[in-house]
C-alpha cells in the first residue's frame, strides 16, 4: 500500500513543556511530545499516568496548566469555542465507554455525525455510511439494533462512527478491553490498514503491549508525569532501559513503584496512632 507520509512534515500534534495538576499532583510535569502524521504513535505507561488525560488535553477538553499543545499548528488551549468545535470535526476518538446510541440502529449511529455536523443530503449520507461499515467489515450489519452486535462488532461500528467525517487523527483509549483473541486481533488490523488506506494519524493508549506494539510506528512511556522513554517501536524493543524492560514485559519489579504517591508510611502510622490517642 501506498504510504502517504512526508517525514519532513511538522508533526501533527506537537507538545512542548506541558504541566497540568490534579489537586496538588502533578500529572505532567515537563513533557514533551510529538505525533508524526501519517504513523500510528502508541502512549504507554502504568495505571493512573495521565494517557487518558493527554488525550483530554489534546482533544481540548481539558487546559494546561502550563505549556504548549498545538494541533496543525493551531494552539488548541487558546482556541475560541466555535473553533474548537471546528477542530474536534477533524480528531475521531474511540473510547472504551464510547457507547453505541442504544435506540438507534448501526446505520443511524454512524450517521449521527454526519446529521449533526453537515449539510449533506441524505443520498450521500447513506452513501457515506456504507463506505464507513464497508471499511469495517461491517455494511452486512447495517439494519441491527446496539444489542445485537457483539462487543468486538459495536467496536468496530463505533469506529466506523468516528472515521464518519473524515478526521485527519483518531484517538484511541483502550480499544482492545475486553475483547476476545479473534475480535482484538481483527481490530489491530483494522487500527493499522485504516490509518494507512486513509491517510489517518492514529494515536493510542493501551496497557495491551504485545497488540500495540504490532502496530505501532513509535512508542512514548509515561511515567510520574515525564516521558521515561520513546523511540521507533523496533528500538524500544530491542533497548535494555529498566523502563523499557519493566513495562513491555510486564515485570512487578523496576523504576515503575508499586505504590501510589503518599505520605512516609512511618509518619502516617505515628499520625494515626496519636490521632486515635
Ligand atoms: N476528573 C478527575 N478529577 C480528579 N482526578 C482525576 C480525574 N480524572 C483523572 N484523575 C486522576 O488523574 C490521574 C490520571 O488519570 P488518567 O485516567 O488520565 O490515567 P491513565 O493513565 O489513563 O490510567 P489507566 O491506565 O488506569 O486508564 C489519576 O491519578 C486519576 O486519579
Known sequence: MQNRIDINADPLVEIRNLRFVRGKRPIFDGVDLDIQRGKVTAIMGPSGTG???????????????????????????????????????RMGMLFQSGALLTDINVFDNVAFPLREHTDLPERMVRDLVLMKLQAVGLRGAIDLMPSELSGGMARRVALARAIALDPMMIMYDEPFTGQDPISMGALVQLIRLLN?????????????????????????????GKVVEHGSTEDLMKSSSPWVQQFMNGLPDGPVPFHYQAPDYQDDLINLGMEKE
Request: proline residues 3%.
Open 196 to 224: 494507512d488506506a486513509l491517510g489517518l494519524t492514529s494515536v493510542i493508549v493501551s496497557h495491551d503491549v504485545k497488540e500495540t506494539a504490532a502496530i505501532a510506528d513509535y512508542i512514548y512511556i509515561l511515567s510520574q
Open 51 to 89: 494517557k487518558t488525560t493527554l488525550l483530554r488535553l489534546i482533544g481540548g477538553q481539558i487546559r494546561p496548566h502550563q505549556g504548549s499543545i498545538k494541533f496543525c499548528g493551531e494552539e488548541v488551549p487558546s482556541l475560541s469555542l466555535r473553533r474548537l468545535y471546528q477542530l474536534r470535526k
